[in-house]
Structure formats: structure tokens, C-alpha cells
Nanobody, 127 residues
Framework: QVQLVESGGGSVQAGGSLRLSCATS?????????MGWFRQAPGKEREGVAT???????YYADSVKGRFTISQDNAKNTLYLQINSLKPEDTAMYYC????????????????????WGQGTQVTVSS
């Protein structure tokens, strides 16, 4: 049973920072091709914000470029998302996910491409 557990969300004022973590555990039968962070605000579709591939290449949504940084610590089996300069529009439930899909051209992951999901961690930004 593969498990992804997010943590690090919270309520912050605009301009603040948070670091989200996603701890992975369980079967390693499937090799992850990539992992990503997604978010979903009330009434909106889930969207990808950052993706990291094995080898370290990273991709970001235009709305978060320069403010979000995705990284991973393979020794700790943990994925991170550093979020700086938070804006009220960043308010959402944030999810980490893992994909075993091989893509022809590396890019930001779509939700349907992810096989494993965490339960989410809430980020709320006040103005």
C-alpha cells in the first residue's frame, strides 16, 4: 500500500511563506516517473502547480513561477514545496501525487496522469 502524507499547510498573511512536505511510504513496486504538487480551490478544478521528474528536472505553472520551488529528498522519501510571496489566490487544498506515466515531452503533470495521491493540506492566505 503506497501512502503519501502531506503536511505543512496553515494560515498565513499575504507575502508570507510555507514549506509543504509529502512523506512517501509503502510498496516500491512501481517506480515513480515523476511527482507533483496540485491544488484545488473551492469551486475550481484541481490544477498542477509543480512537477519534478527523476533526474531533477522541474516544471511550474505560470502563476507560481518564481515563488514556488519543488524539491525532493530521496534519502528521506520526502517531496517538498517551498512557497514564498504567498497571495490570497494561492488559497487552496494542496495535494502531492506520484505518476508512473511516461510522457514524450516532460512538462507539468495533469491530475489524470497521477496514480497515487495524498489526502491534502490546506493553505489559507489572508490579505
Amino acid at each position: 500500500q503506497v501512502q503519501l502524507v502531506e503536511s505543512g499547510g496553515g494560515s498565513v498573511q499575504a507575502g508570507g511563506s510555507l514549506r509543504l512536505s509529502c512523506a512517501t511510504s509503502g510498496s516500491t513496486y512501481d517506480s515513480y516517473v515523476s511527482m507533483g504538487w496540485f491544488r484545488q480551490a473551492p469551486g475550481k478544478e484541481r490544477e498542477g502547480v509543480a512537477t519534478i521528474y527523476t533526474g531533477g528536472s522541474t516544471y511550474y505553472a505560470d502563476s507560481v513561477k518564481g515563488r514556488f520551488t519543488i524539491s525532493q529528498d530521496n534519502a528521506k522519501n520526502t517531496l517538498y514545496l517551498q512557497i514564498n510571496s504567498l497571495k490570497p489566490e494561492d488559497t487552496a487544498m494542496y495535494y502531492c501525487a506520484a505518476s508512473t506515466s511516461v510522457v514524450v515531452t516532460r512538462r507539468l503533470l495533469y491530475p489524470y496522469e497521477c496514480k497515487y495521491w495524498g489526502q491534502g493540506t490546506q493553505v489559507t492566505v489572508s490579505s
